[in-house]
């Protein structure tokens, strides 16, 4: 894993693909200063901000496609409105940032949310499998991407402290380790494959049950057993990076193993790439497991 510094703007297609290429190698992209950082005065509100103490928000979320901020604790109407701008401005700059950097990545994906992080991550209590400093690989419970990448921008708004990542080495490292220990062969067995039809049944009757893919049931597993996994955790290698205040970073976090060691108050946002934007389609986690599974995970186009 390398952390590469961006130049602003990418100068040529030649360099927004060679951008692209050391993403999905598997490296993070790094910009010392933020060209859509919120203004300091919008950073220091979002600093005030207190979460819900709901289980069911992890973060402060944005959700773009219904224009709508969740997880935030009782507010006044005119400061639950300053948030929803704030959130809104910096998800709108993050995307246009990407958009121009990695423009074939932006022709074909799909906008997820934003989220902003205000608690300390050292020492946070949560449940082992919402533990943010806990080494894992990023797969979504409730919205599967058979297959398609999860491409994240994180923004450092701290004042004064990084926010310092651990971060493993390649996801190919970690799937010869250990994806058959966490079930690799068993998601497409005769009884997941029952599994998976009854859930589809469950949806023709409008049961809210994700459509997941082997892929998508190995990769929730695959986080699970990483987090849950002490000798791994303790032992397994493990990079130690830091990201100064107004710094933001850009990767594949289907890819990176990667925990946060501390840092608060980070902003975010989310884009699911699919397969066919890739320049480097062979190294995707999808293509990885099918390799390693030798048959398909994921339907070609879902």
Known sequence: MEVIPVETPARSQEARLEYSRQLERGNILLLAQTPYMPSEEDCAFLRAQRQSESKAHKNIAYKPHLD???GTAGQAEEDAGRLHRILAQYSQGALAFLSEIFPHYARVWKVDYASFRP???????????????????????????????ILRAFTNIHQTKDRVWGASDSFEDLAGRYARAAGLDRVTTPLSSARRRAA??????????PAR??????????????????????????????????????????????SVLSGQYALEQTCIVPLEAMVLPELSPLAVLERLAGRPLAAAGA
């Open 68 to 70: 709508r901020a969740t």
């Open 119 to 149: 608690v300390e991550e050292e020492g946070r209590v949560l449940p082992l499998r919402h533990r943010n400093d806990l080494m894992h690989l990023d797969a979504f419970p409730t919205r599967p991407t058979h297959g398609a990448r």
């Open 200 to 209: 589809q049944a469950g949806r023709l009757v409008g049961l809210k049950v």
């Open 213 to 258: 893919s082997p892929y998508d049931e190995f990769m929730l597993q695959f986080h699970h057993f990483l987090k849950g996994h002490e000798e791994f955790q303790r032992t397994g290698r493990r990079h130690v990076v830091a990201f100064p205040p107004g710094a933001s970073w850009i990767c594949f976090t289907d890819q990176i193993g990667h």
